[in-house]
């Protein structure tokens, strides 16, 4: 597991959404916004309680089959000055609940300490170990 | 190639930033921002004079061995029933300069009318031809 340096741990508490990339059986690379949060130095997303498209757990299914994804958060600003991204290469694996991850979960989203059920069935968690971190921004500081 | 319905180009065009999914050599998903256009029914996306990461042209690399790739524009909102996501899967080649994509890409964006460049340098374009589309909002309409 790398370790997160503080900035890269900025840059993902504040984002509210990241896009998670998987390799789907054919090879392709499947696609998806999720929510998450950090937890003992890994990224966690939780199979929520939010309507699912019908390729409902595709993104679980990948990860079973082939563990690397890449995650990215990025800034869009109509100044480009302003644009960043950070991309996370990581392994990741499917955990039936954890302690930790569900309290970072319902801290950083108040929507679960709302109405959203953090688990929208089984209690499943994408769980995220970075292998490697690449960021970039336009200016001087990201 | 697959007819992009009005509502689906409705979204692309209201959308500055995109993520590419691509697919690099030891099978890993890739993924970056990315500007585009639409221009005769394909995506259109740049190499531009923005200041670029390290792995320069991966995406590039990437799309000439495998031209599978996946393009993804959402919509964040603290309101959890305002998400949506559209995704498109499709087909990528590089396409050495296209009047009619130019013109789509300074209209699209300001800033190619402005102080940055279409291109860093060869006149680069990557090119995608949707084979596939997916739509998901949280609420009734998207």
Redo the contacts between chains.
């Keep these: 597991m790398t370790h997160l340096d503080a900035e890269t741990e900025r840059l993902l508490d504040a984002s509210?959404?990241a896009?998670l990339?998987?390799?789907a059986a054919d090879?392709?690379?499947?696609?998806?916004?999720i929510v998450f949060a950090r937890s003992g130095g890994a990224l966690w997303s939780p199979i929520d309680a939010?309507?699912?498209?019908g390729?409902l757990l595709a993104r679980i299914r990948n990860v079973e089959r082939?563990p690397?994804?890449?995650?990215?958060v990025?800034r869009?600003d109509?100044d480009?000055r302003r644009?960043w991204?950070l991309?996370i290469?990581g392994r990741a694996s499917i955990v039936h609940g954890d302690a930790a991850a569900e309290t970072s979960l319902r801290a950083k989203y108040p929507?679960y300490r709302g109405g959203?059920a953090l688990y929208g069935g089984e209690p499943l968690l994408v769980r995220i170990e970075p292998e490697r971190v690449?960021r970039?921004s336009?200016g001087a500081s990201s």
């Design positions: 509210p959404v896009r990339a998987t390799i090879g392709r690379p499947q696609l998806v916004p939010k309507p699912k498209s390729r082939d690397r994804v890449a995650l990215l990025d869009y109509d480009w644009l991204w991309r290469d929507q959203v690449a970039w336009a």
